[in-house]
């Protein structure tokens, strides 16, 4: 089974603070993932990565950047954190190629509060 | 821009009744659409996928999907629900542009709650 860990289940921070949320999946994928999932809105995403070192933006990439140093490891970065981004956050990973139909693999994600 | 509509936004059903809850969905070429739950304080897993063949697919716990490309819907469905069905659906659709991403365009979630 594909297993796909978050660092922390509950997070609080403060205002103006740096967080770093981290990802490790254990399946070699090559495609990993993060998105914030918040009521009524649904997943967004925020930054996806495609190899080591390579990354793109989501749909919501403002206030955020992304680090992959390692093919198993995608970190999230809040650079200041602002009450506005407080949500859950999931991380995901999936296989390359196959016409696109792999499923995603996900975290069970970190509930952030920035007070 | 691919995007993903889910008409209802809560559903509240008793035990042994039908579901159905639908998802359409906006984009020209192919794509490939799944479904995925949500239990509560659980992750996101995957319920079934669609990406070719017959559009009726079947997936976990029996709940099934239909994809009818005419009315690009994908509407998810099971006969009789269980209490232990409660939990947030989401449908979510990918353009199968044959690039080496695995992008998903999610719906904002359906929240399933089952009555004893």
């Known amino acids: 089974d594909v297993k796909v860990t978050q660092s922390s289940r509950y997070l609080v921070k403060r205002t103006g603070e740096k967080v770093f949320l981290e990802c490790v999946q254990d399946m070699d994928h090559e495609n990993m993932f993060w998105y914030r999932q918040d009521p009524g809105l649904g997943l967004r995403l925020i930054y996806f990565?495609?190899?080591?070192?390579?990354?793109e933006k989501g749909d919501i990439p403002e206030g955020y950047s992304v680090s992959r140093e390692k093919k198993e490891r995608f970190s999230l970065i809040l650079e200041s954190a602002s009450t506005n981004q407080t949500s859950m956050y999931l991380c995901?990973?999936?296989?390359?190629?196959?016409?696109?139909?792999?499923?995603?693999?996900f975290g069970d994600g970190t509930r952030l509060s920035i007070l | 821009a691919q995007s993903v509509s889910q008409h209802n936004h809560h559903v509240i059903l008793s035990e042994a009744a039908s579901l159905e809850l639908g998802c359409n969905y906006s984009y020209g070429g192919t794509v490939n659409l799944f479904w995925y739950v949500q239990y509560p304080g659980q992750h996101l897993q995957l319920l079934l996928k669609?990406?070719?063949?017959?559009?009726l697919v079947k997936g976990i716990k029996g709940f099934e999907a239909e994809f009818i490309k005419s009315k690009f819907s994908f509407n998810l469905r099971k006969p009789s629900v269980q209490w232990s069905d409660t939990a947030e659906y989401f449908c979510a659709v990918k353009g199968n542009y044959g690039g080496a991403t695995n992008k998903l365009i999610f719906g904002t979630g359906t929240l399933l709650a089952v009555q004893p």
């Open positions: 995901a990973s999936g296989e390359t190629g196959g016409r696109g139909n792999q499923p995603q693999h």
């Open positions: 669609y990406f070719s063949g017959d559009p």
């Open positions: 990565s495609y190899d080591v070192k390579m990354k």
